[in-house]
Nanobody, 118 residues
């Protein structure tokens, strides 16, 4: 299973760090990432990282968000800086076997709510 944490309420311009740990019966994970869904909008890719360290970001978020991964702990992190009200969404951890571009993958964590106040 995937266990996400780190969401919360932050003022615009602030930072948050999300974490997601994979445990239990999840096998063959070589890609982990984050997706988000804002109220009334479709889910969108935030960022993905592979075991080899390759990353993919939503173009609009690159430069403010940084994804990283601890392969020993099977944990993925999302550092979010300079947050904007439009970043408000439920953020979902995702993991599985695939390429950098083939997400979303098989396994989903519970969402964690990020609320950015203006």
């Amino acid at each position: 299973q995937l266990q996400a944490s780190g969401g919360g309420l932050v003022q615009a311009g602030g930072s948050l760090r999300l974490s997601c740990a994979a445990s239990g019966s999840i096998f063959s994970i070589n890609a982990m990432g984050w997706y988000r869904q804002a109220p009334g909008k479709q889910r969108e890719t935030v960022a993905v990282v592979t075991t080899g360290g390759s990353t993919n970001y939503a173009a609009s978020l690159k430069g403010r968000f940084t994804i990283s991964r601890d392969t020993v702990k099977n944990t993925v992190y999302l550092q979010m800086n300079s947050l904007k009200p439009e970043d408000t969404a439920v953020y979902y951890c995702n993991a599985g076997s695939g390429t950098l571009w083939s997400g979303p993958y098989d396994y989903w964590g519970q969402g964690t709510l990020v609320t950015v106040s203006s």
